[in-house]
């Protein structure tokens, strides 16, 4: 059973950066695509970045793209958002995601993704 922590959120203002993480225990990582995802309350999960299993491709929804870079590190079975830019309207909870199947492709879709983490939250000022 893979267990995914979240951390490195907090308040920041408008134009800050804040880079969080996302550690696995339990299981390596190493095999599969992991997610970024966000949720504002009352609002539906919104796709934010995705990296494949050897962290040589990435997928960036369009409000997010050139501002937020999604890495990850196999070996410390960690994934990253670096987040630079922020926007009020980046507030939210940024949860990160382990996708279904080994070795699959990127995908948006929450349903693709079996584990998710507790959540952290990024709240960014005006």
């Known amino acids: 059973q893979v267990q995914l922590v979240e951390s490195g959120g907090g308040l920041v203002q408008a134009g800050d950066s804040l880079r969080l993480s996302c550690a696995s225990s339990?299981?390596?990582?190493?095999?599969?695509?992991m997610g970024w995802f966000r949720q504002e309350p009352g609002k539906a999960r919104e796709f934010v970045a995705a990296?494949?299993?050897?962290?040589?491709?990435?997928y960036y929804s369009d409000s997010v793209k050139g501002r937020f870079t999604i890495s990850r590190d196999n070996g410390k079975n960690t994934v990253y958002l670096q987040m630079n830019s922020l926007k009020p309207e980046d507030t939210a909870v940024y949860y990160c995601?382990?996708?279904?199947?080994?070795?699959?492709?990127?995908?948006?879709?929450?349903?693709?993704?079996?584990?998710w983490g507790q959540g952290t939250q990024v709240t960014v000022s005006s």
């Open positions: 339990g299981r390596a990582i190493s095999n599969y695509n």
């Open positions: 995601a382990l996708a279904r199947a080994a070795f699959g492709s990127l995908s948006a879709v929450g349903y693709n993704y079996a584990q």
């Open positions: 990296i494949n299993w050897s962290g040589i491709s990435t």
